[in-house]
């Protein structure tokens, strides 16, 4: 077998992600068939647009299923096992050696018969390999089943616990990685390997044996991001099969490694044995099936291990009861959640169910027919059934579970199986005994907040006066974090020569594609800051109070007055000790290594002594001493205490003076902290009030601050989807760069650095500097302004500075290339480094090439874009200059995601067009219609962007004048939110699925996805290509942006060099580099920097804030407050009246660049700029002084090249769309196309034809513009289920009526068309209680009709910002960010209504009354329908609700309207209310006036 | 940043001038003041860039956003401390620099109304004066001796900052009072000289020795010190070496500037030492700072008219190509005193003097043409023949100052301000004198 896993570059097997399609189906009855399984079969067959293929076109990312064991099968297989339930049995996957097989075998026998029992058999499984990939078939390996009888009667009760123990022992004594065992139970069995669904069952033909049979089955498909031999990690585990990421995996598998030695139950004897629970090196689902298998194998029921590991949000805004609230509350002490997103469905032979996360942003719908089967899967319509059998239709809901026990032959529902959950033991009561609130104590003692010594402590600790200024100041003034522009051009810590606080060599990490950020604000419902402090027992999996002794903290931010509570709670029996993080100065790196390890063992020491909680303190440090920086006493505490097992008896509190930035609170609480107490800030706020700098008193200044950083962290954990902070703690989402890779391991638990970097002696001589710095400081003497934000001459460097932006404006203006050359000399010769690319150099040829010999400058211009910048963002003067400039020169510009006017997709300035090449899609899918999807070259779907990756975005209303409104859609003076995710991508296959609708809509355009660096992005890249997209655009965490918040802006992401080189490494080990262009950006400026991205394997060069620069922009980071002054980012016409840029200058630079590229070229001895991208043998490392922190630095793995395959796109054409049945509609409608004239059409319709009428839309919008065809031109009737993203941006005139139902993302970027959706006629459920649509439906429209008689799912009318739409029930989070049209819903909501909804009306009918629960009230009003025109207009809706969808529903109502008018809720935003109010007045006026006039 | 929209509301208002037929009766200061609530609106306009170009202009890197923010919102003190800490004598800088920093200010780039740096800083100074926030420090000796010859400037500037690092600076000057051409070149109406004595009798207070009318030779310093600087600026100016150069009436423009000063500082002159343009006609040549100070003195005199005449050509009003923002604008300047009366002439060469009896009467001048220099470069003189003759009884040589050479000096010895590097401004020698205080810290450091 083929060996890949060692690591020489950037790629780490540890970033791998998955996702998938998943399905059960199983028999309530527990009748056992064939069928069922032939079934579950052809469920997964029709999910294989789901899971994935690699670069061989044939090796699929793995395929599965679970049965029960097939006992009347093994028998006619001659195999003479003893009765049902007497044997354990499961395939294992072996080395294709014989020896090594032996050797296996022989541990295996031992380990068995020490248990007492005895291996009977080994049977050889046929497999059919002729059906594998290349690849999957590389690394193939033998598959046995093994069988272990010799179990007795009385011990049949803990026969499956044995089976477990057996295989935990064996796992752990075989060494050899190439040794799985699959499963091994008597009562399921699996059968997976690295296959497409397709070949499942031609490779295992034991499946398709008649008697092969079960009364359940699981099974899934994967869509992994890389397609590396992965055998074991196919699904389902023994237990579950999972849809989805577990964002907190790193957080879970540490604790779960700390609770080990609390875990007993007693019924697995001696669990020392079977450790480590988690397996190492699998996947996040795999880890997750190992903690379930080890709760339920401790007694837990199914149901209850699944609640533990991924419980619902049980916050105020959830509606469940006050016990279950306390069940989840007690639980929730004991371990944090496992969180999502996650469909996950499980079965342990006997019940088999299916839940989501508490998020439920994966799609799991069931269906009931009345034979008693259950199916549930990622969609519908994967198994043909008459409609006429379907009892009830449903789906999954968020946080919520369904089980089947196929013994009793019973359907337990989510609020059935809970209670029973909740009841077991008196919850509440426990917690009321025994669980301290903090808020709830009082302390009569006096707590100062000034701090002795406060103007040096302040140095030492690193404060800078912007620090105060912009940080501080409007933490404490407005309780929210300032918000700043144009991305950081600061050298990173590593290459600074300043002395740095430890924290700035961290970065977040964030989401993207394989799973979603969160939404803190709208999505509040979700998250959870609560903490618990205190020591947990020996034996939290034995029910009991004692477990809940705990102090429980609203938030981990603890005020002065709180600490000094918590350091004197003696009495309740809480007990404290405070450690001092401080190291002898004198003795530098030597001494800081000591007192680390004198902390640690003093903090074991504490745990011994029974201390419920340790506080680690910089507060009051001796002479001759400094302290280490909090992050690395907390993290290097944390690890040891894992390591010596006592991790979850204690908590760990920190007193630092260096806390100040969100930032700060998040990796201190990321890297284990419970609580911190920020007691210089808290000194900073204190002389502030006390000096009257702000008008706050000190209490509102320390709630203000408190409340920014809670904000923050709400914000920092949502961007890697992580709801609480539970699981947040020590799950370590973030990476660093520059610390070297001794330190990482020894202190962080982390085994690679991308890059290297310093160790104690850098970081005790930096503190060490601090601290004189200190020392030096009288009471009086001014903090310095270390220039951070806005440039000093005598401050930290940034690359955009006078020089460079001076020496640039005058070169592009005067086209004076000896002027570039100096602006050049600027930027290479700064005087000290900044990016990672200034300590690289290329190999210059010893005989350069005559420069003719090079490619000219008009075809390597062709090699830059200009990036994403909104109209909206940026003014329409600027906006335009751009997108002149570069079709000039061939190139590309960028609308950016606020859509374009399309008067500009035909017009022209002398000949050249106005419109942008490369149209983006965001979050927000502002003026995304299918006329602007098919007037562009390129589509670019942002996924993140380099500023404020993970984030959303929000426009205020004083922004948005007509014509931005216009171009988004929306109404001048409200507000325009883009949510942090893509409401349609929540993993990779989503994204494929995107893909495929915007190849359908424009066939003809690349689609890019553009990503930001992070560790991990190159495997994200791969997922990417492998998703067929054209271009990846790797953004690099210095990008500029019109507004981020701070910490965002400095601390997410990182360098696009390491990002860029992860992802051309990725795709190269990966064979998927060829067939994808490479885009990077990110502060590059000049031809050598080009060269050397190029180099490290970019083909396309983004430019942001350089172009703007040559505008005019003089970098006044000012562009969030509309007061630009040179008229670029301001929408002020008065401002914008000083805009003096022009399309030539920008001509003139990539002119100049263009030129410099080609003389580079022809010196380093190349014809094409194609020749040396990915070439990373060119480049040279520049010297670096010794003993400096540059000089830790170690770029091998950055400079790693994989040898032997593409190292650049080779030029092949965009990936296509296969046939699809809009070829064939298209083809039908010709009439209607060319002419007009009307057509109607009748198709049958499956869950595989996606995108249905996308195609059709294209082809109208590119020949009709956004007008479209007259009403009704084009009529098609649709009988079945169709696949996701029915009816995407149907355009005007398109009528399509679907009878059946649908999946996710129906009527997405709706375009004018109309879409009406039943169920099917012979169906006898009623169809106002069924789900016949599912998630996401009429994410972005901008325009049409959408009738469903039935229920859809959550995020229905997500983003709506035109269209109108009737449906008869609806999931969580309906009409989120909601912007304009009409959703009447006939029937109940789900939680979250109307969250960001700025603009629109929705009714809704309420008439029990209990809808204003449901709805998120921050930015609408409820009213009942009093005024005429709008019950004129509700009734007008349903009257067409019923023309269009035959709702009976509907006709009833209008039947009665008087009686049914008066239950409707109006939801009104209260924004638009008063812009219609204003319009409506000035309509008055105006008429008053004409009146007047007359 | 304390109203990040006022500089579109706010105007830029100067607190301008006294009224020309006022002030040139007299030597006192021309420059009028803006009451503390408008100083405090003007300081509002401060957009507080990203990069600020004032700042990054400015040759002491005075950090104007930060002192501007301080303003606006009423903190004096804040807002002297901070400008401190780049700029020892903003009272000195507040009235007589160029102002680099508003000539780079965004809002010059945009609106050409930049934000009154200069005055800014002038009030604030002024009114950290005013209410004793300028203290009398004490610093602690660290035992060492410098020796700072010349006592303008740059000297004042090396002399401040060495103090406050614990040297016991001694200041030798050849004149009799400490200030240099600040004192001796400047004239009053621009710089009133008891701004100078104010700032001097500080430094004296916080143990600065100043020692006056001491001429001392480079090869010959004082002993018992252990460094020098060398502030002697450029003691010599341009001569126009033609005909009729011995003419009486044909003076250097310090002459006149000088003794002026000197005459408001109480001391007496006799008649033929006097240089007195009272009742005279005064042709001023040379079109730069100096000579407009020339007309601005002659006029106070009583001259009954004063031409000034450049060689280069007249430059653009208002905005020059060739020196984009944020550079330096070579535009035409036109000052206080241009405005008190004269011509003003350019692309005039001087041939010679011509006199009666010894006495000056006028000079023959001719235009010049400059043409493109082939090689690149400065571009080439030629005359055009258009010769005439300006009438005049006063003529004043205001052509700038030769650059001084220095012998090689020893490793004790620096160099500073003009003596380093040639005429310029003030602001330049005060930020060189900065630099040199520094240099001479290291070397002593390290010794």
């Given at each position: 077998m083929k060996e890949y896993h060692q690591q020489q570059g950037l790629y780490s097997s540890s970033y791998e992600h998955d996702a998938c399609g998943i399905g059960m189906v199983a028999n309530i009855h527990g009748n056992k068939s064939h069928a069922l399984v032939e079934s579950a079969l052809t469920v997964l067959e029709n999910m294989r647009h789901r899971g994935a293929e690699g670069a061989d076109g044939k090796t699929g990312d793995g395929a599965g299923i679970l049965v029960q064991i097939p006992h009347e099968f093994i028998l006619l297989k001659g195999i003479p096992v003893p009765e049902k339930g007497h044997y354990g049995t499961g395939l294992v996957f072996m080395p294709k050696d014989e020896k090594k097989q032996n050797a296996i075998l022989t541990t295996m026998i031992e380990v068995v018969e020490a248990e007492g029992l005895s291996l009977m058999r080994v049977r050889d499984v046929p497999v059919n390999s002729e059906c594998l990939g290349e690849t999957a078939r590389e690394t193939e390996p033998a598959v046995k089943q093994i069988f272990i009888t010799g179990v007795n009667g009385d011990e049949l009760q803990g026969f499956e616990r044995k089976l477990y123990v057996i295989r935990k022992k064996i796992e752990n004594r075989i060494a050899d990685k190439d040794c799985y065992i699959v499963s091994l139970s008597s009562k399921s069995i699996v059968y997976k390997g690295m296959l497409t669904s397709m070949q499942l069952r031609t490779y295992y033909c034991d499946l398709t044996d008649d008697y092969f049979t079960s009364s359940l089955a699981l099974v899934h498909s994967r869509f992994s991001t890389n397609t590396f031999p992965a055998w074991p990690l196919a699904q389902p585990f023994r237990f579950l099969c999972h849809n989805g990421e577990i964002n907190t995996i790193r957080g879970n598998r540490n604790w779960m490694k700390a609770r080990e030695s609390v875990l007993n139950t007693g019924l697995l004897g001696n669990i020392s044995e079977l450790r480590p629970i988690i397996q190492p090196d699998m996947s996040d689902s795999a880890s997750l099936d190992n903690a379930l298998e080890f709760f339920v194998m401790s007694g837990l029921s199914l149901p209850h291990a699944m609640a533990l590991l991924v419980p619902e949000s049980f916050n105020d805004k959830n509606p469940i009861s006050e016990d279950l609230k306390a069940f989840y509350e007690y639980h929730?002490?004991?371990?944090?959640?496992?969180?999502?997103?996650?469909?996950?469905?499980?079965?342990?032979?006997?019940?088999?169910?299916?839940?989501?996360?508490?998020?439920?942003?994966?799609?799991?719908?069931?269906?009931?027919?009345?034979?008693?089967?259950?199916?549930?899967?990622?969609?519908?319509?994967?198994?043909?059934?008459?409609?006429?059998?379907?009892?009830?239709?449903?789906?999954?809901?968020?946080?919520?579970?369904?089980?089947?026990?196929?013994?009793?032959?019973?359907?337990?529902?989510?609020?059935?199986?809970?209670?029973?959950?909740?009841?077991?033991?008196?919850?509440?009561?426990?917690?009321?005994?025994?669980?301290?609130?903090?808020?709830?104590?009082?302390?009569?003692?006096?707590?100062?907040?000034?701090?002795?010594?406060?103007?040096?402590?302040?140095?030492?600790?690193?404060?800078?006066?912007?620090?105060?200024?912009?940080?501080?100041?409007?933490?404490?003034?407005?309780?929210?974090?300032?918000?700043?522009?144009?991305?950081?051009?600061?050298?990173?810590?590593?290459?600074?020569?300043?002395?740095?606080?430890?924290?700035?060599?961290?970065?977040?990490?964030?989401?993207?594609?394989?799973?979603?950020?969160?939404?803190?604000?709208?999505?509040?419902?979700?998250?959870?800051?609560?903490?618990?402090?205190?020591?947990?027992?020996?034996?939290?999996?034995?029910?009991?109070?004692?477990?809940?002794?705990?102090?429980?903290?609203?938030?981990?931010?603890?005020?002065?007055?709180?600490?000094?509570?918590?350091?004197?709670?003696?009495?309740?029996?809480?007990?404290?000790?405070?450690?001092?993080?401080?190291?002898?100065?004198?003795?530098g790196g030597e001494g800081l290594r000591d007192a680390l390890d004198d902390l640690c063992r003093q903090a074991a020491k504490s745990v011994d002594e029974g201390i419920n909680y340790i506080i680690l303190s910089d507060r009051n440090i001796d002479e001759g001493y400094a302290a280490i920086p909090s992050l690395l006493a907390v993290s290097a505490v944390h690890h040891y205490l894992i390591a010596a097992g006592k991790r979850v008896q204690t908590a760990l509190i920190v007193e630092s003076g260096e806390i100040r930035e969100v930032m700060h609170a998040a990796l201190l609480l990321g890297y284990g902290a419970s609580a911190i107490n920020p007691y210089m800030t808290f000194a900073v706020l204190d002389d502030l009030v006390k000096n009257h700098v702000i008008q706050e008193d000190y209490k509102t200044a320390e709630h203000n601050y408190i409340k920014a950083v809670c904000k923050g962290l709400y914000k920092i954990m949502s961007k890697m989807g992580i709801s609480t902070i539970?699981?947040?703690?020590?799950?370590?989402?973030?990476?660093?760069?520059?610390?070297?890779?001794?330190?990482?391991?020894?202190?962080?638990?982390?085994?690679?650095?991308?890059?290297?970097?310093?160790?104690?002696?850098?970081?005790?001589?930096?503190?060490?500097?601090?601290?004189?710095?200190?020392?030096?400081?009288?009471?009086?003497?001014?903090?310095?302004?270390?220039?951070?934000?806005?440039?000093?001459?005598?401050?930290?460097?940034?690359?955009?500075?006078?020089?460079?932006?001076?020496?640039?404006?005058?070169?592009?203006?005067?086209?004076?290339?000896?002027?570039?050359?100096?602006?050049?000399?600027?930027?290479?010769?700064?005087?000290?480094?900044?990016?990672?690319?200034?300590?690289?150099?290329?190999?210059?040829?010893?005989?350069?090439?005559?420069?003719?010999?090079?490619?000219?400058?008009?075809?390597?211009?062709?090699?830059?874009?200009?990036?994403?910048?909104?109209?909206?963002?940026?003014?329409?003067?600027?906006?335009?200059?751009?997108?002149?400039?570069m079709n000039r020169l061939g190139a590309r510009s960028n609308t950016g995601e606020g859509g374009e006017d399309n008067a500009r997709y035909h017009s022209s300035v002398d000949g050249v067009s106005l419109c942008s090449k490369t149209k983006q899609i965001a979050s927000g899918r502002f003026g995304v219609t299918a006329e602007y999807l098919v007037n562009a070259e390129e589509i670019q779907i942002k996924v993140a962007q380099g500023a404020k990756p993970g984030e959303g975005g929000q426009l205020p209303g004083f922004k948005v004048d007509k014509i931005i409104a216009k171009t988004r859609n929306s109404i001048p003076g409200i507000s325009l939110i883009s949510p942090p995710p893509h409401h349609d991508i929540y993993s990779i296959e989503d994204l494929s699925q995107l893909i495929f609708d915007l190849k359908n809509v424009n066939p003809k355009a690349a689609v890019s996805v553009k990503l930001v660096a992070e560790s991990g992005v190159g495997t994200v890249a791969a997922g990417v290509a492998k998703a067929n997209a054209d271009i990846i655009v790797i953004s690099g965490a210095e990008g500029g942006t019109g507004a981020s918040p701070v910490s965002s802006m400095r601390f997410a992401g990182i360098s696009p060099e390491i990002g860029l080189a992860e992802a051309q490494q990725t795709l190269a080990l990966n064979g998927l580099r060829g067939k994808v262009r490479l885009q990077t950006d990110g502060q590059i400026k000049d031809g050598r920097d080009v060269i050397l991205m190029a180099l490290l394997g970019a083909d396309e060069f983004g430019f942001g804030t350089l172009p703007l620069i040559v505008l005019g922009c003089v970098m006044m980071r000012k562009c969030n407050t509309n007061t630009c002054p040179v008229g670029i980012a301001t929408q002020d016409p008065e401002l914008r009246k000083r805009f003096r840029g022009k399309s030539d200058y920008i001509v003139n630079y990539f002119t100049f660049l263009a030129r410099e590229v080609r003389e580079y070229l022809a010196q380093m001895g190349f014809r094409k700029l194609d020749d040396i991208i990915g070439h990373t043998e060119l480049v040279?490392?520049?010297?670096?002084?010794?003993?400096?922190?540059?000089?830790?630095?170690?770029?091998?793995?950055?400079?790693?090249?994989?040898?032997?395959?593409?190292?650049?796109?080779?030029?092949?054409?965009?990936?296509?769309?296969?046939?699809?049945?809009?070829?064939?509609?298209?083809?039908?409608?010709?009439?209607?196309?060319?002419?007009?004239?009307?057509?109607?059409?009748?198709?049958?319709?499956?869950?595989?034809?996606r995108a249905c009428c996308t195609m059709l839309s294209g082809v109208i919008a590119d020949k009709y513009g956004a007008e479209g065809l007259s009403d009704s031109t084009i009529n098609i009737y649709f009988k079945g289920s169709a696949g996701q993203s029915f009816g995407a941006f149907l355009a005007k005139g398109v009528n399509i009526k679907l009878e059946g139902e649908t999946n996710d993302y129906f009527g997405k970027g709706l375009s004018g068309g109309r879409i009406s959706i039943l169920p099917p006629m012979r169906s006898t459920y009623v169809a106002e209680q069924n789900m016949i649509a599912g998630n996401t439906g009429l994410y972005g429209a901008t325009s049409g009709e959408m009738y469903v008689n039935g229920c859809v799912g959550e995020r229905f009318a997500v983003r709506n910002s035109g269209a109108i739409a009737v449906v008869e029930g609806a999931g969580d989070h309906c009409c989120e960010y909601m912007t304009g049209g009409r959703v009447v819903v006939l029937g109940t909501t789900g939680r979250?209504?109307?969250?960001?909804?700025?603009?629109?009306?929705?009714?809704?009918?309420?008439?029990?009354?209990?809808?204003?629960?449901?709805?998120?009230?921050?930015?609408?009003?409820?009213?009942?329908?009093?005024?005429?025109?709008?019950?004129?207009?509700?009734?007008?809706?349903?009257?067409?609700?019923?023309?269009?969808?035959?709702?009976?529903?509907?006709?009833?109502?209008?039947?009665?309207?008087?009686?049914?008018?008066?239950?409707?809720?109006?939801?009104?935003?209260?924004?638009?209310?008063?812009?219609?109010?204003?319009?409506?007045?000035?309509?008055l006026q105006e008429k008053l006036a004409e009146i007047k006039a007359e | 940043m304390g109203n990040p929209k006022a500089f579109m509301s706010v105007p830029r208002i100067e607190a301008g001038y006294r009224a020309v037929e006022d002030r040139i009766r007299d030597f006192g200061e021309v420059e009028q003041t803006l009451n503390s609530r408008d100083r405090q609106l003007q300081a509002s306009r401060c957009m507080d860039c990203g990069v600020p170009f004032c700042h990054w202009a400015c040759p002491l890197g005075n950090?104007?956003?930060?002192?501007?923010?301080?303003?606006?919102?009423g903190e004096w003190e804040k807002a002297y401390k901070i400008l401190t800490l780049t700029n020892d004598f903003p009272e000195f800088t507040g009235r007589i620099c160029p102002a680099l920093c508003e000539k780079s200010c965004v809002l010059n780039l945009t609106l050409g109304e930049p934000v009154t740096c200069r005055e800014n800083e002038c009030s604030i100074i002024e009114r950290a004066f005013l209410e004793g926030y300028v203290p009398v420090n004490e610093y602690v000796r660290n035992g060492m001796k410098v020796a700072v010859i010349g006592a303008g400037p740059s000297g004042l500037s090396v002399a401040a900052q060495l103090n406050k690092m614990g040297y016991e600076v001694t200041v030798f000057d050849k004149n009799e009072a400490a200030g240099g051409l600040l004192r001796f070149g400047i004239p009053n109406f621009k710089l009133n000289k008891s701004v100078i004595d104010r700032r001097i009798k500080l430094m004296e207070a916080e143990g600065v020795k100043f020692l006056y009318g001491q001429t001392i030779e480079e090869d010959k310093l004082p002993e018992g010190f252990d460094a020098y600087a060398i502030c002697t600026g450029t003691p010599t100016a341009r001569d126009l070496k033609i005909e009729?150069?011995?003419?009486?009436?044909?003076?250097?423009?310090?002459?006149?500037?000088?003794?002026?000063?000197?005459?408001?500082?109480?001391?007496?002159?006799?008649?033929?030492?006097?240089?007195?343009?009272?009742?005279?006609?005064?042709?001023?040549?040379?079109?730069?700072?100096?000579?407009?100070?020339?007309?601005?003195?002659?006029?106070?005199?009583?001259?009954?008219?004063?031409?000034?005449?450049?060689?280069?050509?007249?430059?653009?009003?208002?905005?020059?190509?060739?020196?984009?923002?944020?550079?330096?604008?070579?535009?035409?300047?036109?000052?206080?005193?241009?405005?008190?009366?004269?011509?003003?002439?350019?692309?005039?060469?001087?041939?010679?003097?011509?006199?009666?009896?010894g006495k000056l009467t006028g000079v023959e001048v001719e235009g010049v043409i400059w043409e493109p220099n082939p090689q690149g470069g400065r571009p080439i003189m030629k005359l055009d023949g258009k010769k005439e003759v300006i009438e005049c009884d006063m003529a004043l040589l205001a052509m700038g100052f030769l650059k001084p050479e220095h012998k090689p000096l020893a490793d004790n010895v620096f160099l500073a301000g003009d003596a380093a590097s040639g005429a310029s401004l003030v602001v330049r020698a005060l930020a060189s004198g900065r630099k040199t205080a520094s240099e001479i810290d290291a070397y002593l450091k390290s010794r």
């Open positions: 929730s002490i004991l371990m944090e959640p496992w969180d999502g997103p996650a469909a996950l469905l499980f079965s342990d032979g006997r019940y088999i169910g299916g839940m989501l996360d508490r998020n439920g942003l994966r799609p799991a719908r069931y269906l009931i027919t009345s034979r008693g089967d259950m199916i549930v899967a990622s969609e519908v319509g994967v198994l043909d059934l008459d409609p006429a059998e379907i009892k009830q239709k449903g789906r999954l809901e968020p946080g919520k579970i369904l089980l089947v026990d196929t013994k009793e032959g019973k359907v337990f529902y989510d609020g059935e199986l809970k209670e029973q959950l909740a009841a077991e033991h008196p919850y509440k009561a426990w917690l009321a005994d025994n669980r301290i609130q903090l808020e709830n104590l009082k302390s009569g003692r006096k707590v100062e907040n000034s701090v002795d010594g406060y103007a040096g402590k302040l140095i030492s600790f690193g404060f800078a006066q912007e620090d105060i200024d912009k940080t501080l100041i409007p933490m404490a003034v407005n309780g929210s974090e300032p918000v700043a522009s144009m991305g950081n051009d600061t050298p990173l810590a590593v290459i600074s020569d300043r002395p740095q606080i430890f924290f700035n060599y961290f970065r977040q990490q964030f989401a993207q594609v394989t799973n979603p950020a969160i939404d803190p604000i709208r999505e509040e419902l979700v998250m959870s800051l609560t903490e618990y402090i205190g020591c947990v027992g020996n034996g939290i999996l034995t029910p009991d109070e004692s477990n809940c002794k705990m102090v429980r903290l609203p938030h981990p931010i603890l005020n002065n007055t709180q600490l000094d509570i918590l350091c004197n709670i003696r009495y309740k029996g809480f007990y404290t000790e405070k450690l001092s993080m401080s190291f002898e100065a004198a003795r539970r699981s947040y703690r020590g799950a370590k989402i973030f990476e660093s760069i520059g610390l070297g890779e001794s330190l990482l391991h020894t202190y962080f638990g982390t085994e690679v650095s991308t890059v290297g970097g310093i160790g104690l002696n850098e970081i005790a001589a930096d503190a060490v500097r601090l601290m004189e710095a200190g020392r030096k400081a009288t009471s009086d003497s001014l903090l310095p302004n270390t220039g951070l934000f806005a440039y000093r001459k005598d401050g930290i460097q940034h690359a955009w500075n006078p020089e460079t932006i001076a020496t640039l404006q005058i070169a592009t203006r005067t086209g004076d290339y000896k002027k570039y050359k100096e602006f050049v000399s600027y930027v290479d010769n700064k005087p000290k480094p900044a990016f990672l690319r200034d300590l690289l150099d290329f190999k210059l040829a010893e005989k350069p090439l005559p420069i003719e010999e090079v490619e000219p400058e008009e075809s390597i211009v062709k090699h830059f874009v200009s990036a994403a910048m909104s109209f909206g963002a940026i003014s329409i003067e600027a906006h335009e200059a751009i997108a002149l400039a040279e490392l520049k010297p670096t002084p010794a003993g400096s922190k540059l000089s830790t630095l170690d770029f091998h793995r950055l400079l790693h090249r994989e040898q032997g395959c593409a190292l650049h796109w080779d030029g092949r054409p965009y990936t296509a769309v296969g046939s699809v049945k809009d070829r064939e509609i298209i083809a039908a409608a010709a009439p209607a196309i060319e002419h007009g004239q009307e057509v109607n059409l009748n198709y049958e319709i499956h869950n595989t034809d979250n209504f109307a969250a960001g909804m700025s603009g629109g009306i929705a009714y809704v009918w309420d008439p029990a009354r209990k809808f204003d629960y449901f709805c998120n009230m921050d930015m609408v009003e409820l009213s009942l329908i009093e005024e005429s025109s709008y019950r004129k207009e509700l009734h007008e809706l349903i009257r067409k609700h019923w023309l269009y969808s035959g709702s009976k529903l509907a006709r009833t109502m209008l039947d009665d309207w008087n009686h049914y008018a008066s239950e409707f809720i109006q939801v009104i935003p209260i924004e638009y209310k008063r812009v219609l109010q204003e319009e409506q007045l000035r309509k | 950090k104007q956003p930060e002192w501007q923010d301080a303003l606006y919102k009729g150069r011995e003419l009486c009436g044909v003076y250097f423009a310090l002459e006149l500037l000088g003794q002026q000063n000197r005459v408001l500082a109480g001391q007496q002159f006799s008649d033929a030492e006097r240089v007195n343009a009272k009742g005279k006609k005064v042709l001023v040549i040379g079109g730069g700072d100096t000579g407009s100070d020339c007309i601005g003195t002659v006029i106070r005199q009583g001259a009954v008219s004063v031409c000034q005449i450049e060689i280069m050509p007249e430059p653009p009003e208002g905005y020059n190509p060739a020196t984009p923002w944020p550079m330096w604008p070579n535009i035409k300047r036109t000052s206080s005193s241009h405005h008190e009366g004269c011509t003003r002439r350019w692309l005039l060469n001087s041939n010679k003097f011509i006199g009666k009896d």
